[in-house]
């Protein structure tokens, strides 16, 4: 089949809890027409084997839209990039650290709900002890995100398959 799934039932099994993940067992166990214990133990293997890493909520929109978003590059003294990665991650406002290559070595992208809330985070990343510099380009507008929409795409299709409305 795959090297993620067993057979025909785990495909099926996984696309209904993309489609609904708070979908109970016994209704699961309906609409595959197998025993509730067998889709307990479906998921629980998918869970352990690291198939199934997580669940969450699909929004009608992206929420992010709302906020102020900005492009930081940084450049860091190169004794202290661990260090600097692992303070960046204890922001929860920084959504994407990338290292790259040229006179900058991490681009970020963060968000926040207003600009006075931004100006205070990127003060507090210019604060990071190995941060030599940084420079910020604020986001006017969102012209496509494909990464949002291709998660819910994938979710529509896998709905139209299983007949999950």
């Given amino acids: ?6 057979d025909e039932l785990d495909r099926k099994l996984v696309a209904l809890l993309q489609a609904n993940a708070r979908e109970s067992t016994s209704t699961l166990a309906k609409k595959l027409d197998v025993a509730r214990s067998t889709v307990h133990e ?3 293997r998918l869970e352990k084997s690291g198939v199934i890493t997580g669940y969450s909520a699909v929004l009608s929109h992206n929420p992010s839209e709302d906020n102020v978003q900005a492009m930081v590059m940084l450049a860091v003294e190169q004794k202290r990039g661990k260090q600097v990665v692992t303070r960046l991650n204890s922001f929860p406002s920084v959504k994407v650290c990338l290292a790259i290559n040229g006179s900058f070595d991490y681009f970020l992208s963060v968000e926040e709900s207003t600009l006075e809330e931004l100006d205070g985070l990127l003060d507090d990343i ?3 002890p190995g941060v030599e510099r940084s420079t910020s380009w604020i986001v006017l507008s969102r012209k496509f995100d ?4 291709e998660v819910l795409q994938m ?9 999950t409305p």
């Fill in 126 to 128: 210019g604060d990071i």
């Fill in 155 to 163: 979710v529509k299709s896998q709905m139209e398959e299983t007949g």
């Fill in 146 to 149: 494909r990464r949002y929409k």
């Fill in 1 to 6: 089949m795959s090297k993620w799934f067993k």
């Fill in 42 to 44: 479906r998921i629980a």
